[in-house]
């Protein structure tokens, strides 16, 4: 048997992708860490935001690993990224944000943090949750970032879904809801892009210059590391080649059967 050229065959993944034209009413960002979401998904929300969404965060941990200063201790940087975390979160017109305040780098795929997440989509009922993508396989990625995308993956579909599931939530008054759409963000195959043209990146940098503690290069003009800001721009522009837009951010998509 010859092997055909087609069973060499690798899609091309650069784009263009399918562009999500419409705007929910409701969405949810789930993120590990204070800055996940800004870096993740800060452009998008900036722009559903402004279309009249709105949006709500749930932060898994409480960011108490996320210092490059050795002076600093965990019990100190908690409050300040807490902090930050609110102070970006209203650049962006984010309305909620939910800290869980579970240890940084201690989170498991376990009942206490999918019942969590279950409750937070049955509270707020999005139409569309953003997530870190746990099957990223294209380099190193943090542990509490998979074990979010994992957790949130499933307490969309069945768990927050299905009524039998966490029945104890809906004698406190809450109702399963279905969530319409999941778009994971650092997926090594995106296949979605939203056109955020038009100065939303730079809403979502200056979101993620509140993150004081955590961005070199966008606060202290003498730091020789990498300016973030450049970087956001210029992954919005290669993300948007192909398309009739300067600037995308792009996702993995996941949609619910109706
Ligand atoms: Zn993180």
Known sequence: MTLRASEFYQPDRAGPFDVIEDVPERAMVVCAHPDDAEIGTGATVARWVAQGCEVVYVVCTDGGG??????????????VRGK???EAARVLGVKHVIMLGHPDGGLEDDRVFRGEIVRAIRTYRPDTVFCHDPHRINGFQHRDHRMTGTVTADAIYPYARDHL???????????PHKVRR????????????VDVSGGYVETQ???LSKHASQVFGLNDESSDRPRFGERLRERSRRAAQGSDFDQGETFRQLIARA
């Open 66 to 79: 996320g210092s490059n200063d050795d002076e600093m201790t965990s019990d100190g940087i908690v409050p």
């Open 84 to 86: 930050e975390q609110s």
């Open 165 to 175: 599931h966490f029945p104890e939530q809906l004698k406190d008054g809450l109702q």
């Open 182 to 193: 999941l778009l994971f963000w650092g997926a090594d195959h995106p296949d979605v892009i």
């Open 205 to 207: 940098i200056e979101a």
